[in-house]
């Protein structure tokens, strides 16, 4: 058990439709990130949610928006997918924003494919 | 914050410790290092963070010169259960909000 919970596990989409991804955090845990992780690449910081807003942002389009809601889970957004966003999408919790006081704690992920 | 640089990938037998460096020739006062390990289609997880000298857990342990300009992963008495990607990451210990960037990793092999 992760602690974080993704949902879904896998998922298959069209180009140019829009998908959802779920992330519930560890309990306790008040800080969600998300990360895009291509296969045989580091994952890629996406963006970082804290007392439901967004605190920090990667090198990643307006296409890939997100939310999170006052029990701290997070949703992340995109939409008009590509075939390049085929990709694991991690979501990691923490408490508080730095995560020197608090090392990420990472779930198993959502493996998106664009066809 | 600094870039890290580390092998690609690395090979081992079960049993030999494996030490792993890390380069991060830019490192500011504030920052600290941090080890993750990853497994084919799961998350992340965290190994273990120092900002200085040595630090030991259970799992690993972790050099770190009074220069701070590299650092060194050690595992003792790996066994195939330690394949798995490595990520040498460096944050601001002091800022909060700054995210972690993960690079490529270095890929360790265990063999029998």
């Known amino acids: 058990d992760a602690g974080v919970t993704q949902s879904p596990t896998h998922l298959i989409k069209t180009r140019g439709q829009q998908v959802t991804l779920r992330c519930s955090p560890k309990?306790?845990?008040?800080?969600v990130s998300w990360y895009q992780q291509a296969l045989g690449q580091g994952p890629q910081f996406i963006f970082q949610?804290?007392?439901?807003?967004?605190?920090q942002r990667g090198n990643f389009p307006d296409r890939f928006s997100g939310h999170q809601f006052p029990n701290y889970s997070s949703e992340l957004n995109v939409n008009a997918l590509l075939l390049g966003d085929s990709a694991l999408y991690l979501c990691?919790?923490?408490?508080?924003?730095?995560?020197?006081?608090?090392?990420?704690?990472f779930g198993f992920g959502t493996r998106l494919t664009v066809t | 914050l600094a870039k890290t640089t580390q092998p690609i990938s690395m090979d081992s037998y079960e049993g030999q410790e494996v030490n792993i460096t890390c380069s991060h020739n830019?490192?500011?006062?504030?920052?600290?290092i941090t080890w993750y390990q990853q497994f084919p289609s799961q998350g992340p997880r965290f190994i273990i963070q120092?900002?200085?000298t040595k630090v030991t857990n259970e799992v690993a342990s972790l050099f770190i010169p009074a220069d701070r300009k590299s650092s060194t992963l050690s595992l003792p008495r790996v066994s195939l259960s330690d394949t798995a990607v490595y990520y040498c990451?460096?944050?601001?210990?002091?800022?909060?909000?700054?995210?972690?960037?993960f690079g490529k990793g270095t890929t360790l092999s265990v063999s029998s």
């Open positions: 949610y804290y007392e439901e807003e967004e605190r």
């Open positions: 309990s306790g845990h008040d800080t």
């Open positions: 990691a919790s923490s408490l508080g924003q730095s995560s020197y006081n608090s090392p990420l704690l």
């Open positions: 990451l460096v944050g601001d210990a002091d800022q909060a909000g700054t995210a972690l960037i």
């Open positions: 120092g900002y200085k």
């Open positions: 830019n490192i500011a006062t504030n920052d600290y």
